[in-house]
């Protein structure tokens, strides 16, 4: 059975080679693409979004104003996200995290390093 | 800027430009012997320009002729690109990534600053509207890729006033 994914960054390149990754480590996924967290807001249906990969850089509304704004409403917070951001210091990852991100990965990534945090939040989902 | 720190964050940059270019688009890439100039202008076909602000202020600038970034994005995707808004849209990505994972490098050393979303710049010789030199100039790296292309990451950096 598919997993739908939402995918949330301002590269279209970025988006496509989640999606690429992603089928790589073996997930059957369903992307729902996003251009920025308003994009993502506007887009995001909590029935059928289950695990949400977002940057945290973006144009618009950045990823982290849009982590807060999933967390914040009752219908949506419950679905897992997955930081995938340049930005790597303590803290931001720590800012992330504090915000409702479930984990957080750094680019450039590796698929392995993806199937690593993916196998982790869906675990717990 | 002291030296030793303006120093630190041309290695940053030449660490980050080979692991993201080794981890994400599986190509070597070998520094060259750094310059200076004093042109706003593009070097090549497709130009990043990203800006920093913090403890620092300044610009990092990524150019690529066509057919480097047209590679480069093929190889990241593991197909073929050939749209062009796809080839300047990983452009962007790739400056993203080599500015990102060298801001936080930096940061280790306590030298913190945000970074802009990259703005493109499209034609060799275009005015890099979006810095300004005040005299000072562009600390320029060449680097050679396993194709013998050649692609330059630039760095204008000073104290923030």
């Given at each position: 059975m598919s997993i739908k994914v939402m995918i949330v960054d301002d590269s279209l390149v970025m988006r496509k080679l989640v999606i690429k990754s992603l089928k790589q480590i073996?997930?059957?996924v369903d992307p729902v693409e996003a251009s920025d967290g308003k994009d993502a807001l506007k887009k995001l249906d909590p029935k059928s979004i289950q695990l949400i990969i977002s940057d945290w850089n973006m144009p618009q509304m950045d990823g982290l104003t849009f982590v807060k704004k999933v967390r914040e409403t009752k219908d949506k917070k419950h679905i897992p996200i997955i930081m995938l951001t340049t930005e790597g210091s303590m803290a931001k990852f720590e800012e992330a995290l504090n915000c409702g991100?479930?984990?957080?990965?750094?680019?450039?990534?590796?698929?392995?390093?993806?199937?690593?945090?993916f196998d982790k939040v869906m675990g717990k989902a | 800027m002291n030296e030793k720190l303006f120093q630190s964050i041309v290695r940053s940059l030449i660490i980050a430009a080979q692991d993201v270019f080794q981890t994400m688009i599986s190509m070597e890439v070998k520094p060259k012997e750094p310059f200076a100039r004093k042109g706003l202008d593009s070097l090549a076909d497709i130009t990043g320009v990203i800006s920093l602000t913090g403890n620092i202020v300044g610009s990092v600038i990524l150019s690529m002729d066509a057919r480097t970034a047209q590679k480069a994005v093929s190889n990241m995707l593991g197909d073929q690109v050939e749209v062009e808004q796809e080839i300047v849209d990983g452009a962007g990505e790739i400056t993203n990534m080599v500015v990102g994972m060298a801001k936080t490098e930096l940061s280790n050393i306590s030298c913190d600053f945000e970074i802009s979303v990259p703005v493109m710049i499209l034609g060799k010789g275009s005015v890099i509207k979006h810095l300004s030199l005040e005299g000072s100039s562009l600390t320029t790296i060449p680097f050679e890729t396993e194709d013998a292309d050649v692609f330059h990451l630039e760095l204008y950096a000073k104290d923030a006033p």
């Amino acid at each position: 059975m598919s997993i739908k994914v939402m995918i949330v960054d301002d590269s279209l390149v970025m988006r496509k080679l989640v999606i690429k990754s992603l089928k790589q480590i073996g997930v059957d996924v369903d992307p729902v693409e996003a251009s920025d967290g308003k994009d993502a807001l506007k887009k995001l249906d909590p029935k059928s979004i289950q695990l949400i990969i977002s940057d945290w850089n973006m144009p618009q509304m950045d990823g982290l104003t849009f982590v807060k704004k999933v967390r914040e409403t009752k219908d949506k917070k419950h679905i897992p996200i997955i930081m995938l951001t340049t930005e790597g210091s303590m803290a931001k990852f720590e800012e992330a995290l504090n915000c409702g991100v479930d984990d957080y990965i750094t680019k450039p990534f590796t698929p392995d390093k993806l199937k690593k945090k993916f196998d982790k939040v869906m675990g717990k989902a | 800027m002291n030296e030793k720190l303006f120093q630190s964050i041309v290695r940053s940059l030449i660490i980050a430009a080979q692991d993201v270019f080794q981890t994400m688009i599986s190509m070597e890439v070998k520094p060259k012997e750094p310059f200076a100039r004093k042109g706003l202008d593009s070097l090549a076909d497709i130009t990043g320009v990203i800006s920093l602000t913090g403890n620092i202020v300044g610009s990092v600038i990524l150019s690529m002729d066509a057919r480097t970034a047209q590679k480069a994005v093929s190889n990241m995707l593991g197909d073929q690109v050939e749209v062009e808004q796809e080839i300047v849209d990983g452009a962007g990505e790739i400056t993203n990534m080599v500015v990102g994972m060298a801001k936080t490098e930096l940061s280790n050393i306590s030298c913190d600053f945000e970074i802009s979303v990259p703005v493109m710049i499209l034609g060799k010789g275009s005015v890099i509207k979006h810095l300004s030199l005040e005299g000072s100039s562009l600390t320029t790296i060449p680097f050679e890729t396993e194709d013998a292309d050649v692609f330059h990451l630039e760095l204008y950096a000073k104290d923030a006033p």
